[in-house]
């Protein structure tokens, strides 16, 4: 049903790209590193009724040239939803979007406005205005235009990632959003200036695109598209790694469905990976829908309940779980990508929290840099797990835990390196587990035979280059 | 009421000796780096009846010449008692012991053996053996000698520290008991010598010795003394970061008050510290109380609810959390020993659980690393802390984080520097935070505003070290 026009493309290129580790922060120059080409889409299919630009304000002064206000418009009213840092220091761009949605019921929502190199966090009441300044300018680019009996107030999210404790230039940036109208479009170029722009130390932008079909007769012959964008996780002084996630959708998805469909999709994906367990007072993954590719059609909306909205639900997961999966790619530092699948476990909650606390230890993290099949430390995190169901939620005596690669032989038997099976440690074979450690991509599974349920999760390693990143080491 | 005659002279020293960093691990000749001298006793006041020995097994096959085998002995029963790592995962002597404390009720204790170089963890049925095997032997020592008509079986506890998966050398080890036992001495080499035995990849041994007084009529004119040795946290593969404690006190301390005594004082002390947040399957802390300062005096034991308990509490949870800093100097690469200072929350736990977020941060930890006066990256922290009591536990308006240098001038005024007042930034006067961070020690001050009660958590920096020594990484 999911088609990626983007993935087939990707990997004719990586084949002739070699892994290289990534420099202290993004290129000055803002190339590309070349072992991460692969991940950035030279074409996509973008859903309809959607236009985006990537405007140059400035917001660090020091930023003479690079574009870092992103605005993202649907062209007719969307249903808006998002999903919010749990961190208690919310950055005021948070809140304003979370009152904005409130107030509107998730209704009428007509563009994202986003800057990059300030996040306007831990700045007080002034913050607050800051933000609804650059929601309120934003809206009016359409309350001006079409929406004249609109009085919800802002119809338009907002967003800012980078330094904290800082003002955001505000004049400054509001003195740019009608350029930013001006500068909107909707081919290719277009999308990824605007990924672009969003990032801060990422070493490269985060964009994806699809296109599928749902399974109801009010939808046949309906292509629908969505195309996502992501940042993070780059972190220099005092910035924190803030992630940002926009999803756009010409799909026809009803005001009610929109949330659960979100939060469902982000559970499986954006709150599944882990660079180093820090969450910022930024993050934000926000959702817009409007139905424009079925606008002609008197299509219904997708509702609850509904076969369509199961198969919406399958296409918005995977696609966020592979969105996400492109933060851990660009991990500050990073080395290593994988993915920890935990099965067979009493309930997905002791899964999903055993898979996090693989993911965070530094043991663990460290030990795949240093190319080390060190299933002790990984015996050792899914032990001190906190919060488990019960006290049976893990038996030494049923755990096994492997390594498989993560290309083709997965499905093999023979592509299994067991380390640990029914709680005994095996005879590891170092010289296939040296082979197999060479991958950048690895899967770690781990089996805990107490039950029936699974979780996956996705990390990265912890290098040098990592302490060097956050350290800001000064040689 | 409690004098420490070894931090004096460790003082004495530590003025003529520079900050220098760790090598890769234990220097191969078993020196100890000029920066760790200080944490050296070169004398001690070791309590009355106990007396110790360190002896060469050979338990790794490569070791052909340090100590690896510790024995501790009580010329006379000892009441007993220990705290256990909580990890699912417990190794064969955490679970031999825990038996033989229950079986005992924590009386008629004579010995605790100790091997390092191989952890006994993940080996299954045949490990149980082996660590009883060992307590068995170590026990035979005494019920020859002086208790023949103990029927209890085993009197000794039994710890194991290093490599995990792999079987003890049971046999070399217990062919060498005998010597161990012949090799017991009291003075201050053997007990330095014995607290080196237990280490594996530490740089230095950790040792420390008090005397101390009790209020209680009973106890006038008495010098008590407590002993104590850790070890701990090294880990090279595929070691974890194991954590052994034993103390030792000739104080007349009940059966029923040393265990709450204990558990109390670990609270504090080992369960506040953390190097990297992973907990291992081999973390024992024991207590062994022969009472034979008072023996001839018939002096009563001291028992819960008194006046003496609550100053032997003091001292113990002292003693303790001073024994358990020096884990943290010996943190893997660790540059900075930093104590974080959690006050005026709602519940001790809410206190304790922050103090413990902050200190386990990789962004923190690499922020202290990188002298860089990072308060975002503290404030992060403090947002995300997981099982809070209650939604007003933190918020943002009150919170206050500062810095305050770890010396004398901590008292003063003048000596703090502000990061963050009330919920808005400070400006920060980069220069004096420069000049703070240029320091081994400092203390990070947070000021919830929203109770009375706090905690403390000592914790060290990651840095590139870190990196090389846990993912062995090979240049």
New interface residues.
């Given amino acids: 049903m999911t088609r990626t026009t983007v993935a087939s493309s990707a990997k004719q290129l990586s084949s002739s790209i070699n892994n290289q580790l990534r420099h202290y922060s993004a290129p000055i120059d803002s190339s590309i590193p070349g072992s991460k080409l692969k991940f950035v889409p030279t074409s996509g299919t973008y859903p309809k009724g959607f236009r985006v630009s990537a405007t140059h304000v400035g917001v660090k002064p020091s930023n003479t040239k690079n574009a870092d206000l992103a605005f993202i418009i649907s062209d007719t009213p969307a249903f808006g939803a998002a999903v919010f840092t749990?961190?208690?220091?919310q950055a005021a761009p948070v809140q304003v979007s979370r009152k904005i949605l409130e107030t509107r019921g998730g209704a009428g929502i007509r563009s994202i406005i986003i800057n990059s190199g300030c996040a306007n966090?831990?700045t007080?009441q002034g913050g607050l205005e800051d933000a609804q300044a650059m929601s309120d300018t934003a809206s009016t680019m359409f309350q001006q235009r079409d929406q004249p009996d609109d009085t919800q107030g802002s119809n338009s999210l907002v967003m800012s990632t980078g330094v904290?404790?800082q003002r955001l230039p505000t004049k400054k940036i509001l003195s740019k959003i009608s350029t930013a109208y001006k500068n909107l479009g909707d081919d290719h170029a277009a999308w990824l200036a605007t990924a672009k722009a969003i990032c801060t130390t990422d070493t490269f932008p985060k964009l994806l695109s699809t296109s599928f079909r749902l399974p109801g007769k009010h939808h046949d012959g309906i292509e629908y598209r969505l195309a996502g964008m992501t940042k993070g996780a780059g972190?220099i002084?005092?910035?924190?790694?803030t992630l940002l996630g926009v999803l756009c959708t010409d799909a026809p998805i009803s005001q009610r469905a929109l949330k659960p469909l979100l939060v469902e999709a982000a559970k499986k994906s954006f709150n599944a990976i882990s660079i180093?367990?820090?969450?910022?007072?930024n993050d934000t993954l926000a959702i817009l829908a409007n139905g424009a590719a079925a606008a002609d059609q008197e299509t219904p909306p997708i509702e609850p309940g509904t076969e369509d909205y199961d198969a919406m639900q399958t296409v918005l997961t995977d696609f966020a779980t592979r969105l996400s999966q492109l933060v851990v790619r660009d991990g500050e530092g990073a080395t290593k990508f994988v993915e920890v699948r935990v099965r067979n476990a009493k309930s997905e909650s002791d899964a999903k929290l055993i898979a996090s606390t693989i993911a965070?230890?530094?043991?663990v993290k460290?030990?795949l840099?240093?190319?080390?099949a060190?299933?002790?430390?990984i015996?050792?995190?899914?032990?001190?797990t906190q919060g488990l169901s019960s006290e049976d939620s893990?038996v030494?005596a049923s755990t096994n835990v492997s390594f498989i690669p993560a290309d083709n032989s997965a499905t093999k038997e023979e592509g299994v390196l067991r380390l640990?099976v029914d709680?005994?440690?095996e005879q590891v074979d170092e010289e296939r587990a040296a082979r197999l450690l060479e991958d950048e991509d690895l899967i770690v599974d781990v089996n805990l035979g107490t039950g029936k349920q699974e979780a996956s999760y996705w990390f990265c390693d912890?290098?040098?280059e990592?302490?060097?990143i956050?350290?800001?080491?000064?040689t």
Same sequence: chains 1, 2.
């Fill in positions: 749990t961190n208690r220091f966090a831990v007080g904290i404790g972190m002084h005092p910035n924190m790694a180093d367990g820090d969450t910022s007072t965070r230890s530094p043991l460290t030990a840099y240093g190319k080390d060190n299933w002790g430390r015996l050792c995190a899914i032990g001190y893990v030494p640990l709680g005994e440690p912890f290098s040098h990592y302490v060097t956050n350290g800001d080491y000064r």
